[in-house]
Nanobody, 124 residues
Framework: QVQLVESGGGSVQAGESLRLTCVVS????????MGWFRQAPGKEREFVTA????????RYGDSVQGRFTISRDNAKNTVYLQMTNLQPEDTAVYYC?????????????????WGQGTQVTVSS
């Protein structure tokens, strides 16, 4: 059974940084594209970023481009989300997601595996 476990969330002030970590167990990560999504209260779950199986291709949502960076370490079965210059509008539960294909996509329905999420709260 595939499990994705996120960590690293917390409460920060605007302008600060956080790094989220997603550890995958139950299968080797090296053949899966991975992504991060987020969901704020009362809103739909939205795409944040995604990375190809080998890290060679990444995609970012418009609102995080230039501030967030996704990376992965297949040897550790781990995906990271480095978030800088956080703003109150980044407040949400952040979810790690994996798909059975190699290439990253922005569609939530393309992802087969999901973590439970980690809360990020940014205050002004």
């Amino acid at each position: 059974q595939v499990q994705l476990v996120e960590s690293g969330g917390g409460s920060v002030q605007a302008g600060e940084s956080l790094r989220l970590t997603c550890v995958v167990s139950g299968r080797t990560l090296s053949t899966n594209a991975m992504g991060w999504f987020r969901q704020a209260p009362g809103k739909e779950r939205e795409f944040v970023t995604a990375i190809s199986w080998d890290g060679g291709s990444t995609r970012y949502g418009d609102s995080v481009q230039g501030r967030f960076t996704i990376s992965r370490d297949n040897a550790k079965n781990t995906v990271y989300l480095q978030m800088t210059n956080l703003q109150p509008e980044d407040t949400a539960v952040y979810y790690c997601a994996g798909r059975r294909w190699l290439t990253p996509t922005t569609r939530r329905d393309d992802y087969d595996y999901w973590g439970q999420g980690t809360q990020v709260t940014v205050s002004s």
